[in-house]
Each structure stands twice: as structure tokens, then as C-alpha cells.
């Protein structure tokens, strides 16, 4: 995430210099540096020490250290992000400094390709001008939305967080099926990789909503409605349900098992 994060700011002007990333691992450091031009260091408290705006995209598994071995290291004035999966401002408040300034936030993986969807949320000590920061730099590789309220973030990870996983399953079936009902590999991938692409691009170019989308494929008799019903049949909405509610609920286990005590 880190990766896709960098790439966005600096296709969206930024100076590579301006940009100090660290990590443990010398060959992530190296590739950084190889293909974006940033600043490296093993040394997360180097990295961070001129920082005016600091972001943690370290696994949730490991923040609690992090954050906590920063605290002394961070400029009082400094904007933290955090992009980790359900540690929330309490505990990121606990480890970094009572006063520090957080915007939490959950982008996706489509951030690769500039098409990545995060949602915001920024606690009471975040200024306007640390919002209109954050919201730049997510704003560099997708949209942006605010929430006014932090267990939403929870849904966000559901949707668009994790969201990307659950197409790319759906992809992953649709290329198999096609092949065992007789298309090359490469024939079933295009055409399953085309079809989501065109099939989002029409959706977000569309006034109407993806309801009267797929009754527009679904001629009466003819060969969706046999998949659909199919679908319906199998419950589908309930098996997304089941799967988002899941997500949502192990975004809030994650902050009971690794936040703040
Ligand atoms: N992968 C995804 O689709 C999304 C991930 N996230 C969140 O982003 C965060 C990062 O996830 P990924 O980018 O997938 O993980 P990743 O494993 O690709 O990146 C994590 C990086 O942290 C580095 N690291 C490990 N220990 C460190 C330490 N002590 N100090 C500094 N760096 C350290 C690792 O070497 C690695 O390069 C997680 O908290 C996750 O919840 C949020 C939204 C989407
Ligand atoms: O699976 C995860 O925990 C991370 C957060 C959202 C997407 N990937």
C-alpha cells in the first residue's frame, strides 16, 4: 500500500527527496529507492524526525511498537495517517502522544493503477489544513471520503478495503468456468477481465443504479435470467452479507487483540 501511496504523490508533483520512507527490509528500501528516487532509512525514527506528516502503513500486528517507539521521535506538530485495518485513534492516541494529530484511513489495493477508493476519518486534534493534507495525499491515486463517525470505518474496510479481494474471487471463478465450458485460459481471461472493467466503467458512467443495469442484460427468457434466478436461488445477497459481516466483525477483533489495553 505503502508502494501505491508514494507512486500517487510523486506523479502528482511531489519531490522525491521530499520523501523519507523506512522499512527493515534493505531490498524493499532499495526498490523504493530504484524506481521512485525517495529518501531510505532502516531507521523509522530517522524517517520520521523532520516529518510534518507521517504515515503508518505497517501491519496492525506490529503498529503497537511502532507507534509507540516514535512517540519521542515525532514533531509535535506532526499529522500521523494510519492506513492499518482496525486499530483505532484510542490506541493510535495511547502509543503516539495524547495531543497527536490522526486521520485513520482505509484505501485499497486499486490505489496501484490510481483507481483506489479510501475512507477518512480524522480525530479532534487533526487541523483543517492536516485534513486538506491527508485528503491530498489519498487523493493522489483515487477517490476520497470523509466519515464523521470512526466505527465506520469498519463498513469502509468491508466494501472498499477488502472490497477488491471478493471481485478478484469472482474473476477467478468466472475464468475457471469458462475454461471447463471449453475456452482457452487466455480467451476466458480477456474476456472475464474486460467484462468487470466494462461493467464497472458503465455502472460509474450510468445515472442509473446496477439494478437497472443488470435488468438491462437480463432479457425476459432469455440466458442471464437462468443465471440470475440460479443466483437468487443460491442466496447469493445473503453469502455477501455473511462475507462483509465477517470483514467488518474481525476490523473490530483486530482493534480488541492489538490495540491499547
Ligand atoms: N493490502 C491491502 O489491500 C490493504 C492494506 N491495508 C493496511 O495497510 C497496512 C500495510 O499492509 P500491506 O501494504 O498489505 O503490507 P505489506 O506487508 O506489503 O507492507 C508492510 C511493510 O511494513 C514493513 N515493516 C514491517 N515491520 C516494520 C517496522 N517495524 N517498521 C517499519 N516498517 C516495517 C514491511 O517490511 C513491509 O514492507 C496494514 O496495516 C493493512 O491493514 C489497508 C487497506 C488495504
Ligand atoms: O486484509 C486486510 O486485513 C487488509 C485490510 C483491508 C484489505 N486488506
Not at 11 to 34: F, Y
Not at 99 to 118: D, F
Not at 157 to 165: E, I, K, M, Q, W
Not at 246 to 257: G, I, K, M, P, Y
Request: glycine share 6%; proline share 4%; aromatic share 4%.
Amino acid at each position: 500500500m505503502a508502494s501505491a501511496i508514494i507512486a500517487g504523490l510523486i506523479d502528482g508533483g511531489h519531490k522525491p527527496t521530499t520523501i523519507n520512507v523506512s522499512d527493515p527490509s534493505v531490498e524493499q528500501l532499495t526498490r523504493l529507492q530504484q524506481q521512485f528516487g525517495v529518501l531510505t532509512s532502516t531507521d523509522n525514527l530517522q524517517a520520521v524526525a523532520d516529518a510534518d506528516v507521517v504515515v503508518l502503513a505497517v501491519k496492525p500486528q506490529v503498529l503497537a511498537q511502532v507507534a509507540t517507539d516514535l512517540a519521542a521521535a515525532l514533531q509535535p506538530e506532526a499529522l500521523v495517517i494510519s492506513i492499518a485495518a482496525g486499530i483505532d485513534c484510542r490506541s493510535l492516541s495511547a502509543w503516539l502522544g495524547q495531543g497527536t494529530a490522526i486521520v485513520r484511513c482505509m484505501p485499497n489495493t486499486p490505489a496501484l493503477v490510481n483507481l483506489g477508493a479510501s475512507g477518512l476519518y480524522a480525530n479532534p486534534q487533526t487541523t483543517a489544513a492536516q485534513k486538506v493534507q491527508a485528503e491530498a495525499i489519498l487523493a493522489a491515486v483515487g477517490i476520497v471520503v470523509w466519515l464523521t463517525d470512526e466505527d465506520q470505518l469498519h463498513a469502509v474496510t468491508a466494501v472498499s478495503g477488502s472490497g477488491p479481494a471478493y471481485f478478484f474471487l469472482f474473476m477467478e471463478a468466472m475464468i475457471e468456468v469458462g475454461v471447463a465450458q471449453g475456452l482457452a485460459p487466455d480467451l476466458a481471461r480477456s474476456l472475464t477481465l474486460q467484462t468487470a472493467l466494462g461493467a464497472s466503467t458503465l455502472a460509474s458512467n450510468s445515472e442509473e443504479g446496477p439494478d437497472v443495469l443488470r435488468q438491462r442484460v437480463t432479457s425476459p427468457n432469455g440466458t442471464t435470467e437462468q443465471a440470475i434466478l440460479s443466483f437468487e436461488r443460491d442466496d447469493t445477497r445473503a453469502v455477501v452479507k455473511r462475507a462483509m459481516a465477517a470483514c467488518a466483525q474481525r476490523s473490530v477483533t483486530l482493534s480488541e487483540e492489538l490495540g491499547a489495553k
